[in-house]
C-alpha cells in the first residue's frame, strides 16, 4: 500500500516571501501521480497542483512549482511570493497511475498548516 | 452557483442518534465520493458511486449507508452515531472513476456526536 508524509504539521512565511513545504511517499509503482491540494479555513479542498511520475519537468501553476525527485520520492511544494490568501491547510496526495490495476483512489497525506504573516 | 454542495454544514447530535447528510452535484458528473477527514487532518476515503453503482466501499462500519437517487445526488445515513464518528465529512465529484486532478469536493459537513 502507498503512504503519503508530511513531516511539518505547521510551517509560516513572511509575505512576499518563498516557503517550501515537504511530502514524502511510499510506493513499490512507476506510474503514478501527485498532487498538491490546499484546504482554507472555508473547508473546501483546492487542487493546486500536480505532477505525473513519468515527466521529468517539475509542474508549475504560476506562483506554485513542485519540486518532484523521484528516486528520493520526495515531492515538495514551493510557493512563492506568499500572499495572505495562501493560507489554509497543504494536503500531498498520491495516486496510482493507469497501469497499475489498483482502484486508483487517492491517498493523502496528513497536511501541513500554512500561515502566512503581514 | 456551488459546484458540490452538502447540508448541513455542522451536524451536533447526541450519540445513539441516526442522522444523514446530503450531497448535490451540478457538474454533470458521472462519480461521486464520501471522504472522512479525522480531527487529527487524515483524509480518508469511505466510498465511492459511479452512476449510482457503488464502486468503492473502504473498511467502514456497516452503521454507515451511502444512497444514491440518481448520479447527482449521494446521501450519507448514520445509523446509531458514537463519539468516534465526529469527523469532517466532504462529499466529492469526478467526471470519471479515478480521483484526482478532476476532484471537487464539497465544504464538508461538521459533525459532533456528544
Known amino acids: 500500500a502507498q503512504t503519503v508524509t508530511q513531516s511539518q504539521p505547521e510551517m509560516s512565511v513572511q509575505e512576499a516571501e518563498t516557503v517550501t513545504l515537504s511530502c514524502t511517499y511510499d510506493t513499490s509503482e512507476s506510474d503514478y501521480y501527485l498532487f498538491w491540494y490546499k484546504q482554507p479555513p472555508s473547508r473546501q479542498m483546492i487542487l493546486v497542483i500536480r505532477?505525473?511520475?513519468?515527466?521529468?519537468q517539475n509542474a508549475t501553476e504560476n506562483r506554485f512549482s513542485v519540486n518532484f525527485q523521484k528516486a528520493a520520492k520526495s515531492f515538495s511544494l514551493k510557493i512563492s511570493d506568499s500572499q495572505l490568501g495562501d493560507a489554509a491547510m497543504y494536503f500531498c496526495a498520491y495516486r496510482s497511475g493507469p497501469s497499475s490495476g489498483s482502484a486508483r483512489q487517492l491517498t493523502f497525506g496528513s497536511g501541513t498548516q500554512l500561515t502566512v504573516l503581514p | 452557483d456551488t459546484a458540490v454542495s452538502q447540508t448541513p454544514k455542522y451536524l451536533v447530535t447526541q450519540m445513539g442518534n441516526d442522522k444523514s447528510i446530503k450531497c448535490e452535484q451540478n457538474l454533470g458528473h458521472d462519480t461521486m465520493y464520501w471522504y472522512k477527514q479525522d480531527s487529527k487532518k487524515f483524509l480518508k476515503i469511505m466510498f465511492s458511486?459511479?452512476?449510482?453503482?457503488?464502486?468503492i466501499n473502504e473498511t467502514v462500519p456497516n452503521r454507515f449507508s451511502p444512497k444514491s437517487p440518481d448520479k447527482a445526488h449521494l446521501n450519507l445515513h448514520i445509523n446509531s452515531l458514537e463519539l468516534g464518528d465526529s469527523a469532517v465529512y466532504f462529499c466529492?465529484?469526478?467526471?470519471?472513476?479515478?480521483?484526482?486532478?478532476?476532484?471537487?469536493f464539497g465544504s464538508g459537513t461538521q459533525l459532533s456526536v456528544l
Open positions: 505532477q505525473e511520475a513519468y515527466k521529468q
Open positions: 466529492a465529484s469526478s467526471p470519471d472513476r479515478v480521483g484526482g486532478e478532476k476532484l471537487f
Open positions: 458511486y459511479n452512476n449510482k453503482e457503488l464502486i
